[in-house]
C-alpha cells in the first residue's frame, strides 16, 4: 500500500504492508532509526514523533493513516552538529543515560511547550480554566508520557526549564 | 497482527456502508491498534474516519455542547467552553493516558476503549470478551483491576475511560447515526451494556452505526470534580474515579449527579445515592451514608477487596470538596 | 605491550592527583551526548542490514511439561513466512552474569509460563509477528508444576555455604533491651531496560557478528560459541550503544541464539526483536523474597545481635540466587549474627540479576527494620545507625578499605533538614496530605573485575581507547575519555573511546558496579605504560614528566606531542585483575538517603516530595555522569517503594501484568527533583583510580527511605513491598482515620 508522507521537510513515498505502524515505516521503510520501539504499545513514548504539529506515539498509528501528513522526527530536529536548543540542553544537564528514550523525550518536549505555549491545561493544573504556569510540576507531568528507566527525570526536567525559560525550543 | 484490507471512508456513509459490510472503524486507534498487535482483535478489515468532518464543538440549543465523535482528547480538554462550563470533563480528560495518547484519541474512540483486564489481553488465557464460550480466567486470578459492580460470572472487567466517567455524570448523550438513515441519542447508561452472559457484547451498536458527535446538555450543577485514584501520580488506569457535580442552594444539595470509573463494568451511577443526597444539608455523616449506600451493592473479587474502603473514602472526600463554600 | 596490575595490596601513589590536564571528576558532557540527542547514537535494532529478514519469538503457554511439536506447516503456507525454527540449541532462559558457557539449552522441554521455544522468520516484521502468534504448539503439560515460593509440594534448598552463625542470636534477643522480629516480603521486580532485548545476526561463511543490546560482551560471545557449538574466535558480538541494561543483559538471551540459528539457515542476517511483553516472561526477573530480620539492642540502642534470614526462588537447577543478605555481615555491629538463605525451585521465569542483587532488597528492608528498631527505643533514626557503624568487618575481622558512613548520615541530615522531622508518627498535615520524612543508610559491596584496554597515541597526538566494555548510559565513552586525557594531558575532544566490539581487548563488561573502575584501571596501565614510553623519547623521569593540552613539560622544556612521536604512534595495552586486596579488607560503597512523603490521608496515595542522597564512592570519576546514576538508582528505589510488583498468577505461574501499562515504573511525575551529593574519597584498596562503583549505590536502600517516611508521616507500618495505596490505606482505616 502506497503512502505520501512529508517526514522532516522531505517528500517521502513508502510502499507497505497496511500493517505497518508509522514507526516501523519510519525506521525500517525509511531508514529514520533515531526513533526507538520501547513497547510498541503506547506504554513509553519511545517512538513519540511530531506528527501534524502534535506529539504522538508513532506505534499506535499505522503508516497509511498518514497519506499526506508531515511528520517531523528527531532527525528533523538536528543533528550532531546542528542541535537544537533543547538537544544541547539535554546533553548539558545529562538529560539521558542510556539514551534510548531520549529522541521520543525530546520529541516529546519539544511539542508539549507548544502546547503549553497555547495555554492547554493539564493534570496538575490547579484551575483547568485558567492558564497554566511554567513550573516544575506542570513539566514533569506534561513529561510523565515519556518513560526513562535509567532515570533522567529530573535532569530532563532541569533541561526543559531551562530552555522553556528562554522561550525558545 | 492479522492482514486486513485498510480503506479511508471519504463520507460519513462510506463509513458505515463498509461498517456493516463488516470493516472495524478506526480513528485515533490508540486502543484498536495495541489490540490488534496481540491479536486480541482481528479486524477483517479496517475504515479509516479520520477525514471525515467530525472534529468540531460546536454550540447546541439550549446551552450545551455537541462534540463531534473525531474530536481528540487534548482539543476537547483545552476548549475553552468546555474548562469553563464542564471542568470536570477537562480533568478527566487530562487525568487519562498521556499528552501524546490524548493527541490521537478522539472522543467517539474513547467511549470504546476496551477493558485492560490482563487476562482480556492475553490471548493464552480464557476470556469471555475476547473468546466468547471460554470461560473468565479473571475470577480466581489477579483482580487488583477488577469490578465491584455489574460484573457477572462470565466477566469481572472494567470500563477504563476517566472521560466516559465525566460524561455519564453530566448526562452526556450519544449521537449515532445508523445505515439505514436513523439518528438516535443515547444516554450513556442506555448506550453501555453490562457484561451478563454477552461480555463481548459491550454497547448496543451494530455493524454499520457510526457515533457521530457527544451531546453535553447544559451544565447541570457549577460546583464540579473529577478526582482519580491510581497505582502512579500520572499514566496509569484508575484505581477508582469519582465524578461529581451539584450545586448548594439555600444551604442544601440539589441536583447532584455522580458517576464512578474503575469499579464497573461501565462508568458506574447510582441513582439511591443521588436520591440520597438531594435535598438534604451537606454534612459528614449525610456523605457517610452516602457512601455506605454506594457500597453497600459492591461483590469484591479478592485483589479489588480494598476499592470498597477506597470508593467510600473518595466520595466522601469528592462531597466535602463540592459542598464546601 | 601489555601491563599488569593485580590488586594485592594498597596502592599508595594518587598518580590521577599529579596529573596536569584537570579532566578528571569533571562534571562534563558526555562525549556521546550529542549522539543521542540526536537520535543518531546506532543500537541493537538501528542497523539493519539490507536483504534483513526478522524473526519473532513464540512463547509455551504452560508452566512445565514438553514441546512435542508445532503445527509449521500452516504457519510456512503464510505470506512472507521462511520458516518456523525449533532447534535443540535454542536458550530456555538467558545466560546468568559471566556464565561465560551456554545455559540450559533445549526449547522441547519447558519451565516457565512464557518461554520461547520456537522462531518464526519472515520477510517482513508484520509477517513474522502474525506466524508467531499462529503457531500452534503442540504442549504436554507436566502435572505438579509448582509456580510459587509458598506452593504446597515446593522444593526448598538450603545450601550450607550461605548459612552463617556466630554467637548466640536466640539469647541476644531474650536479653535484648529492644528487639525486632518481623518477616518483610519484596514482590519480584524487572530491569525494565527501555531498549527491548534485541539482535541481528549475519554470517560470512562461518563467521558470525551479532549486533546486540548486551552488557558484558567478552561472556556473551563465549556464551553465544558454546550454545552454537563453534569456535568463540568465529564470533563478533556488536553493541556500541546500549539502551539499559540492569542486569538484564548481562548473559546471552533467547533472541541472539535464535536469531543466529535462523540466519544460518536461511543465508540472510535475520533480526530477532524481542517484545516488550517478551522481555518480561523471558529475561531474568528478581526474585520475590521474605526476609526474617531480627534486630536485638541494648538501652543505648547498640546492637548486639542481627538475624537475616532469606527465602528467595529460581528455577531448577539455576546457580543464581538473590544474595539478599549480601551486606548484613559488615554494614552494622552485633557480635551474634545468624544469616539464613532458602532458595525455592519454582517454575516461574528465571530470576538473575537485577540492579544491585542483594543489597537492593536486602539493605531495604534491613533499613525499615532499623527504623522499626529506632521507634521501639526511642532513639534518633540517624543517630541509631551512628551508633551501629562497627570500627572492622564484624563478621571477617578485617580492617574497612575506607568508610564514610558517618560522614553520610552526619552531612545528609544536616542538609535535609532532619532536625525540622518530628519524632512521632502523624503530626504533620498539610490540607489533605500527611507529611512525614524517613532516612536509611546505603551500603554496597565494591568489586574488580579483570579487564583489558588498549591505547594508541598517535603521532599527531590523538588518542584512542579501545576495549569491548560497554556504555549501558553508566557514561564509559566519558570516563574513560577522562582518564586517557588527564593521563596523556589531552583536552577531551583529542581523545576517543571505541566500545563494544568484540574485537576490541576485552573489559569487564558492565555490571556489578565494577565497569568503570575496572575498565577505567586497564586504561590507566595503558597509559602509564604510554607515558613511560614518552619519558624514554624525552629523557626525562617519570616523576619529571608533565603532560598537559597536548604537550610534554619537563623542567624548562615544554614541546609538542608530536615532535616527541616523530612520527611514531605508541600503544599499549593495560590489564586490571583482582587480587588478594579482597581478602584483606572489606570494600565497599556507602551513602545515605532522606525522604519526605506526602501520603493522601484519604486515598493512602503517597508522593515523595524530596528526596536526598549522599553518598561516598571514592574518586568520583565524572560528577555528572556519577550523579546521573545515583539519580537512577534512587528512582528505582522509589519505583520500589510504592509501584513496582510482577504478579503471577497463582494457579499457572504466568506473569499477569506483562507491559508497562501494569507494572509501573515511576513516571516523570513520581519523582522530585532529586538532591545528590557525592563525597570527597579516596580508596587506596580499591585501584590504581582509587574510584569505587556507583551505578548500584542510589538503590541499596532507598525504597527505606520512602517507606520510613510513610510511617512517619501517617504510623503505617507497611512491611510487605510495594507500599501501594491498600496497604496504607489498610493501615489508616485500622487506625479509624
Request: net charge negative; aromatic share 4%.
Amino acid at each position: 500500500m502506497r503512502t505520501d508522507l512529508t517526514v522532516n521537510g522531505q517528500s517521502r513515498t513508502i510502499e507497505a504492508d497496511p500493517r505497518t505502524t508509522l514507526l516501523d515505516a519510519l525506521r525500517h521503510h525509511l531508514k529514520l532509526t533515531g526513533t526507538k520501539k520501547g513497547c510498541d504499545h503506547g506504554q513509553c513514548g519511545a517512538c513519540t514523533v511530531i506528527a501534524g504539529g502534535r506529539r504522538i506515539n508513532s506505534c499506535l498509528s499505522l503508516a497509511c493513516m498518514h497519506d499526506g501528513d508531515e511528520v517531523v522526527t528527531i532527525e528533523g530536529l538536528g543533528t550532531p552538529e546542528t542541535l537544537s536548543a533543547l538537544q544541547e540542553a539535554f546533553v548539558r544537564h545529562d538529560g539521558f543515560q542510556c539514551g534510548f528514550c531520549t529522541p521520543g523525550q525530546i520529541c516529546s518536549a519539544t511539542a508539549m511547550l507548544e502546547e503549553l505555549q497555547a495555554g492547554w491545561p493539564s493534570h496538575v493544573t490547579a484551575d483547568v480554566a485558567s492558564a497554566p504556569a511554567l513550573t516544575v510540576e506542570e513539566v514533569s507531568e506534561r513529561m510523565s508520557g515519556n518513560l526513562c528507566r535509567c532515570s533522567a527525570y529530573p535532569n530532563i526536567v532541569d533541561a526543559i526549564m531551562e530552555i522553556a525559560g528562554r522561550g525558545r525550543a | 497482527m492479522r492482514p486486513f484490507e485498510f480503506t479511508r471512508a471519504e463520507s460519513a456513509a462510506d463509513a458505515m456502508r463498509l461498517a456493516g459490510d463488516g470493516a472495524t472503524i478506526i480513528a485515533g486507534g490508540t486502543n484498536l491498534l495495541d489490540l490488534m498487535k496481540l491479536e486480541v482483535m482481528a479486524p477483517q478489515a479496517l475504515v479509516d474516519i479520520n477525514r471525515l468532518d467530525l472534529g468540531d464543538i460546536d454550540e447546541a440549543e439550549g446551552g450545551g455542547l455537541r462534540i463531534g465523535a473525531l474530536v481528540r482528547n487534548s482539543d476537547l480538554a483545552a476548549d475553552r467552553r468546555v474548562r469553563d462550563a464542564y471542568p470536570m470533563l477537562a480533568e478527566a480528560l487530562l487525568a487519562g493516558a498521556s499528552g501524546q495518547l490524548r493527541n490521537k484519541a478522539t472522543t467517539g474512540g474513547n467511549l470504546l476503549q476496551r477493558t485492560r483486564c490482563y487476562y482480556y489481553y492475553d490471548t493464552a488465557m480464557p476470556c469471555n470478551k475476547r473468546e466468547p464460550g471460554s470461560g473468565c480466567q479473571a475470577i480466581g486470578g489477579i483482580t487488583r483491576l477488577h469490578a465491584l459492580f455489574g460484573a457477572s460470572e462470565h466477566c469481572i472487567a472494567t470500563h477504563p475511560s476517566d472521560m466516559a466517567v465525566a460524561l455519564r455524570a453530566l448526562d452526556a448523550r450519544v449521537e449515532i447515526q445508523s445505515q439505514d438513515g436513523v439518528t438516535r441519542m443515547l444516554p450513556l447508561g442506555d448506550f453501555y451494556r453490562l457484561p451478563g452472559d454477552t461480555p463481548h457484547i459491550e454497547t448496543v451498536l451494530v455493524p454499520g452505526d457510526l457515533i457521530t458527535a457527544v451531546l453535553l446538555p447544559a451544565p447541570a450543577g457549577a460546583r464540579q470534580t473529577y478526582r482519580k485514584v491510581r497505582d502512579r501520580a500520572s499514566y496509569a488506569f484508575a484505581l477508582v474515579s469519582v465524578a461529581g457535580v451539584l450545586d448548594v442552594e439555600d444551604g442544601r444539595i440539589v441536583r447532584p449527579a455522580l458517576a464512578f470509573g474503575g469499579v464497573g463494568h461501565m462508568p458506574w451511577r447510582n441513582p439511591e445515592v443521588e436520591a440520597l443526597l438531594e435535598g438534604e444539608a451537606p454534612s459528614v455523616d449525610l456523605f457517610a451514608e452516602a457512601a455506605a449506600r454506594l457500597v453497600a451493592e459492591a461483590e469484591p473479587q479478592g485483589g479489588n477487596a480494598f476499592k470498597i474502603p477506597l470508593l467510600r473514602r473518595t466520595l466522601q472526600a469528592v462531597l466535602r470538596e463540592l459542598t464546601e463554600a | 605491550m601489555t601491563v599488569h596490575i593485580r590488586m594485592d595490596d594498597r596502592v599508595e601513589a594518587d598518580r590521577l592527583e599529579d596529573m596536569a590536564q584537570g579532566v578528571v571528576g569533571k562534571p562534563l558532557d558526555r562525549p556521546d551526548g550529542a549522539r543521542k540527542a540526536s537520535g543518531t547514537a546506532a543500537y541493537a535494532m538501528d542497523s539493519l542490514p539490507d536483504g534483513a529478514c526478522f524473526g519473532v519469538l513464540a512463547r509455551a503457554t504452560i508452566a512445565a511439561g514438553r514441546l512435542e511439536g508445532v503445527d509449521a506447516a500452516a504457519v510456512e503456507a503464510l505470506p512472507g513466512v521462511r520458516a518456523v525454527i525449533v532447534d535443540e540449541r535454542m536458550l530456555r532462559n538467558p545466560a546468568q552474569g559471566m556464565a561465560g558457557k551456554a545455559p540450559v539449552q533445549d526449547p522441547h522441554e519447558i519451565a516457565y509460563f512464557g518461554q520461547p521455544v520456537a522462531l518464526v522468520v519472515a520477510e517482513s516484521f508484520e509477517q513474522a509477528r502474525h506466524g508467531a502468534i499462529a503457531l500452534v504448539l503442540r504442549l504436554e503439560a507436566r502435572a505438579g508444576a509448582v509456580v510459587g515460593p509458598d506452593d504446597a509440594g515446593v522444593e526448598i534448598e538450603t545450601p550450607e555455604k550461605k548459612q552463617q552463625s556466630s554467637g548466640d542470636l536466640d539469647a541476644a534477643m531474650r536479653e535484648a533491651v529492644f528487639g525486632v522480629d518481623q518477616t518483610y516480603t519484596t514482590p519480584v521486580h524487572a530491569s525494565a531496560a527501555m531498549e527491548p532485548h534485541a539482535s541481528i545476526a549475519q554470517w560470512d561463511e562461518d563467521r558470525l557478528t551479532l549486533r546486540g543490546s548486551y552488557q558484558m560482551l567478552r561472556f556473551n560471545r563465549a556464551e553465544l560459541a558454546d550454545a552454537l557449538g563453534i569456535d568463540e574466535k568465529n564470533v563478533r558480538i556488536l553493541a556500541p550503544f546500549v539502551g539499559g541494561g540492569f542486569g538484564s543483559k548481562l548473559g546471552i538471551a533467547p533472541e541472539a541464539v535464535a536469531a543466529a540459528i535462523a540466519a544460518q539457515r536461511l543465508g540472510v542476517p535475520v533480526a530477532v526483536p524481542m517484545s516488550r511483553q517478551q522481555v518480561f516472561e523471558g529475561v531474568m526477573r528478581r526474585s520475590e523474597t521474605t526476609q526474617r530480620i531480627r534486630l536485638a539492642a541494648g538501652a543505648d540502642g547498640r546492637l548486639t545481635g542481627i538475624g537475616h534470614e532469606a527465602l528467595v526462588s529460581n528455577l531448577p537447577g539455576e546457580k543464581f540466587s538473590e544474595p539478599v543478605t549480601q551486606a548484613t555481615p559488615f554494614l552494622y555491629r552485633g557480635e551474634n549474627r545468624v544469616i539464613g538463605h532458602r532458595i525455592a525451585r519454582v517454575n516461574r521465569t528465571c530470576a538473575g540479576s537485577v540492579r544491585a542483587p542483594g543489597e537492593a532488597v536486602g539493605v531495604t528492608m534491613l533499613e525499615i527494620a532499623m527504623d522499626e528498631l529506632a521507634a521501639a527505643a526511642g532513639i534518633d533514626p540517624v543517630e541509631l545507625r551512628l551508633r551501629n557503624i562497627p570500627d572492622e568487618d564484624p563478621t571477617q575481622q578485617i580492617p574497612f578499605s575506607s568508610h564514610k558512613l558517618a560522614e553520610a548520615l552526619r552531612s545528609g541530615a544536616d542538609r535535609f533538614g532532619w532536625d525540622r522531622r518530628r519524632t512521632e508518627p502523624g503530626q504533620v498535615r498539610d490540607g489533605e496530605w500527611l507529611v512525614g520524612m524517613g532516612m536509611a543508610s546505603a551500603v554496597r559491596v565494591n568489586m574488580l573485575v579483570e579487564a583489558k584496554a588498549r591505547v594508541s597515541l598517535s603521532s599527531d597526538g590523538h588518542a584512542l581507547v579501545e576495549t569491548d566494555m560497554t556504555d549501558i548510559g553508566t557514561g564509559t565513552y566519558a570516563i574513560l575519555t577522562q582518564i586517557a586525557a588527564e593521563m596523556l594531558g589531552l583536552p577531551m575532544d583529542r581523545v576517543e573511546t571505541r566500545l563494544g566490539d568484540t574485537d576490541l581487548p576485552p573489559g569487564s563488561g558492565s555490571g556489578g558496579s565494577f565497569g568503570a573502575a575496572s575498565n577505567g584501571t586497564a586504561v590507566f596501565m595503558a597509559c602509564e605504560e604510554i607515558r613511560r614510553m614518552i619519558c624514554e623519547r624525552f629523557g626525562c623521569e617519570a616523576h619529571d614528566l608533565t603532560l598537559k593540552d597536548g604537550r610534554a613539560i619537563a623542567g624548562n622544556r615544554s614541546v609538542p606531542l608530536a615532535e616527541i612521536l616523530g612520527g611514531e604512534d605508541l600503544v599499549a595495552e593495560g590489564h586490571a585483575e583482582p587480587g588478594d586486596a579482597e581478602d584483606k579488607v572489606r570494600q565497599a560503597t556507602y551513602g545515605s538517603y532522606f525522604a519526605e512523603v506526602g501520603v493522601n490521608a484519604v486515598t493512602g496515595e503517597t508522593r515523595v516530595r524530596r528526596m536526598l542522597g549522599v553518598f561516598a564512592a571514592g574518586r568520583i570519576l565524572n560528577a555528572k555522569t556519577a550523579r546521573s546514576q545515583c539519580l537512577g538508582g534512587m528512582t528505582f528505589g522509589i519505583g520500589m517503594a510504592l509501584t513496582e510488583e510482577i504478579f503471577h498468577d497463582p494457579r499457572d505461574g504466568h506473569i499477569v501484568n506483562r507491559d508497562f501499562a501494569e507494572y509501573h515504573l515511576p513516571v516523570n511525575a513520581d519523582v522530585p527533583q532529586i538532591d545528590v551529593v557525592l563525597l570527597e574519597e579516596r580508596d587506596a584498596w580499591a585501584n590504581p583510580l582509587q574510584a569505587k562503583g556507583i551505578g548500584e549505590l542510589g538503590i541499596c536502600g532507598a525504597a527505606a527511605a520512602v517507606v520510613n517516611a510513610i510511617h512517619n508521616a501517617t504510623g503505617v507500618r507497611v512491611r510487605d513491598l510495594p507500599a501501594t495505596l491498600d496497604k496504607v490505606l489498610e493501615g489508616l482505616e485500622r487506625q479509624g482515620g
